[in-house]
């Protein structure tokens, strides 16, 4: 008789137990799919995490090659090299861009946060304003100087009706923004070619605008960039770039200005950040006329950095899901490293943003001078 009812306890625990696993299995299943598909990542943008690599880098090498990225900090006079930059900021984005379009976006940079907006929408508003600024008609051809993969341009080119010649360094930015321009319909409007903006393979005032959002700060000499701009732009025409600079509130005597600032330099493949000081003389220097100088991220635009803020969450779940990847050998195992250095990196973004010293968005909007204005200057 005892025996009978151990035997019924034991199956009722047994028949318990396969239930508590079962539901554990839900729950489990369950929360994955909340972790990775119902929280999701920033934006939709056509990558996911499992198609996560190292750009144009060979899959083995990415380890490698991320340690060669941080060597080049640790030898600042490889830095004054100018010569050894492109490479330098190439190798960058082969690293950042899959982690950058999964994360945050087609769209590369910052913007000022909009009540009532999202990123996404806020985003395209930065973006329309660099072009009505240039006042180009429909048809008009204009550069993007240091298009990504190419988030600006389709805005850009939807919203202003113009033809968009997009150039970046980096080959496996130029097939993602190939690939995007033919989803969005838009290939016949944007062109993109793989090269350095300071030798563009462009002629002599070929363009009818021209408009740089956060790339410049990547040239070693922002002379050289601004010169090449404006030897391809038509006399009359317009240029507006948004660039990354220390402001007025910057000391480099303050130990803690410095670390922020050289963190940011090492987080994004920057050769040294200019101080606002500098754009509006480099910019008369190469040629052109200033019209308006102003830094977009200065009250009543609210903060821009908001968005980083927000993200931390986001940043560990991605960062546990890209760490089982690199583990389970789908994604490189370098990728771990970068998505870690590029979190580290926004802290000191937001410290820049937060203490006034860094703004990403300082706008100047230059013209070169027509023919006639150069005659009379004469």
């Known amino acids: ?111 000022p946060s909009i009540p009532g907006k999202s990123h996404r929408e806020a985003t395209r508003i930065h973006e329309e304003m660099a072009v009505d600024l240039l006042n180009v008609k429909p048809g008009a051809r204009i550069l993007d100087a240091g298009c990504g993969v190419g988030g600006p341009m389709r805005a850009i080119a939807a919203h202003s009706g113009a033809n968009v010649v997009g ?95 050289q963190g940011i330099e090492r987080g994004d493949a920057l050769p040294g950040l200019r101080s606002y000081k500098d754009i509006a003389q480099v910019a008369k220097k190469v040629g052109f006329e200033v019209i308006e100088e102003k830094d977009l991220a200065k009250p009543p635009s609210n903060p821009w950095w908001t968005r980083l803020k927000m993200g931390r969450i986001a940043y560990w779940r991605n960062h546990i899901l890209v760490t089982v990847l690199a583990w389970l050998g789908i994604a490189p195992k370098g990728v771990v490293d970068v998505h870690e250095m590029l979190f580290v990196t926004a802290d000191y973004l937001t410290r820049g943003g937060e203490t006034g010293i860094f703004t990403p968005m300082h706008m100047i909007l230059c013209r070169k001078p027509d023919s006639k204005s150069v005659s009379s200057s004469d």
């Open 167 to 261: 150039i970046t360094i980096n080959e496996y930015q130029v097939n993602r923004a190939r690939t995007h321009n033919k989803k969005a319909g838009l290939d016949k409007q944007c062109e993109l070619v793989c090269g350095n903006f300071l030798q563009m393979p462009f002629g002599d005032n070929s363009f009818d605008g021209a408009y740089s959002i956060e790339a410049t700060c990547h040239a070693p000499k922002l002379e050289e960039v601004y010169s090449e701009i404006y030897r391809v732009l038509k006399p009359g025409s317009l240029y507006v770039s948004y660039e990354w600079v220390t402001t007025e509130l910057y000391s480099g005597e303050d130990p803690e200005h410095v670390e922020v600032i």
């Open 1 to 111: 008789m005892a025996a009978s009812r151990n035997k019924k306890w034991l199956k009722q625990d047994e028949d318990l137990e396969e239930g508590f696993s079962e539901l554990e299995a839900v729950l489990l299943a369950g929360g994955l799919y909340w972790f990775v598909c119902i929280l999701g990542s920033a934006e939709q943008k056509g990558k996911h995490a499992v198609q996560l690599s190292g750009g144009s880098i060979a899959k083995e090498n990415v380890q490698d090659n991320y340690q060669q990225y941080w060597s080049f900090f640790r030898r600042p006079k490889e830095i004054e090299k100018a010569e050894k930059v492109p490479a330098f900021v190439d190798t960058f984005y082969n690293l950042v861009t899959d982690i950058y379009e999964w994360g945050w976006g087609q769209s590369f940079h910052f913007s």
